[in-house]
């Protein structure tokens, strides 16, 4: 069994207002708080990089389980949306993903229900998933559409 290290670097300066940086080996982007609570807006925020945290592992994880299942995916798209509350604090509420897999137009409906399966089954295997669990609410709504229509 091996362990992973992922490390990043950051900067800040001021309170609510202010600004900072993160680095990782592959990415570089500016921070700050949203606008919508009271930042500047500038460069990305905690909630995004969470929800895409949470979007990017569960779309790598059903990428992966549509590619071992051998369905014949033949693009994979996602949108995916958080909800904040700052009702009581700031609370992390819900994310929700949205996927659409667009199979072959040759599909048996065997594989159709394979495909909205792995959907389901992405989102609880995920690892980010998995860290959030008990704590932010996590939904997927799956599409299933076919090439050419």
């Known amino acids: 069994m091996s362990k992973h290290h992922f490390r990043l670097n950051g900067t800040w300066k001021g309170g609510l207002n202010g600004e900072g940086h993160i680095s990782t080996d592959n990415l570089h982007s500016d921070i700050s708080a949203p606008h919508e609570m009271g930042g500047l807006g500038k460069g990305t925020n905690p909630e995004e990089m969470l929800l895409g945290a949470s979007a990017t592992c569960y779309m790598i994880t059903l990428g992966v389980i549509l590619s071992n299942r051998k369905l014949p995916v033949q693009n994979l798209e996602l949108s995916s949306e958080a909800v ?15 996927p659409t897999v667009t199979l072959s137009s040759i599909t048996t409906s065997e ?36 090439e050419g229509k």
């Open 84 to 98: 904040v509350s700052d009702e009581v604090g700031l609370v992390f509420e819900k994310i929700c993903h949205y």
């Open 111 to 146: 594989q159709v229900e394979l495909a909205k399966n792995a959907c389901l089954r992405a989102e609880k295997a995920c690892m980010i998933s998995k860290a959030l669990r008990g704590n932010v609410e996590i939904t997927v709504t799956p599409k299933i559409v076919f």
